[in-house]
């Protein structure tokens, strides 16, 4: 299964005036259906109950629910780019990933495997759903 490593703010919830993203409860369906979900956030390292505990206040409990049991912790200290398996088949959703963790994508030759999300875009989930679809219908282009 692709493994996707998952960003909250910017991609799940608005950074603006901090709501759920349009669509959200669909997309998080989506996702932790089709994919190996990992949390990619500075509301999670080494464990989940922050990052639900953030949630909880933006998304309802069947969310909240899904993301608990099909969104696994990650750890990392510095750049996000530490808790990625880079040798895997992946992709990581953020809104501003650092100048040195798309170098070290780069380096690694995965930069494609890196989704900025932008939710200043109309239906901005919906599109990157089917971004996925399509990704997963090629496997994941490895």
Same mark, same amino acid.
């Given at each position: 299964?692709?493994?996707?490593?998952?960003?909250?703010?910017?991609? *799940?919830? @608005?950074?603006?005036?901090?709501?759920? %993203? #349009?669509?959200?409860?669909?997309?998080?369906? &989506?996702?932790?259906? !089709?994919?190996?979900?990992?949390? *990619?956030? @500075?509301?999670?390292?080494?464990?989940? %109950? #922050?990052?639900?505990?953030?949630?909880?206040? &933006?998304?309802?409990? !069947?969310?909240?629910?899904?993301?608990?049991?099909?969104?696994?912790?990650?750890?990392?200290?510095?750049?996000?780019?530490?808790?990625?398996?880079?040798?895997?088949?992946?992709?990581?959703?953020?809104?501003?990933?650092?100048?040195?963790?798309?170098?070290?994508?780069?380096?690694?030759?995965?930069?494609?495997?890196?989704?900025?999300?932008?939710?200043?875009?109309?239906?901005?989930?919906?599109?990157?759903?089917?971004?996925?679809?399509?990704?997963?219908?090629?496997?994941?282009?490895?």
């Amino acid at each position: 299964m692709i493994k996707l490593y998952l960003d909250i703010d910017g991609v *799940l919830l @608005t950074t603006k005036h901090t709501q759920a %993203a #349009s669509g959200v409860e669909e997309f998080v369906e &989506f996702v932790t259906s !089709s994919f190996e979900c990992y949390w *990619l956030t @500075t509301h999670c390292k080494g464990s989940s %109950a #922050s990052a639900l505990r953030y949630l909880s206040r &933006f998304l309802p409990p !069947s969310t909240l629910e899904q993301l608990e049991h099909k969104v696994k912790p990650t750890d990392w200290d510095t750049l996000k780019t530490e808790a990625i398996d880079v040798q895997s088949n992946f992709y990581w959703l953020d809104d501003q990933p650092f100048q040195a963790e798309k170098a070290f994508l780069q380096a690694n030759r995965a930069a494609h495997r890196l989704i900025v999300v932008d939710l200043k875009e109309p239906d901005a989930l919906v599109a990157l759903q089917l971004q996925l679809q399509t990704l997963l219908q090629f496997g994941g282009l490895k």
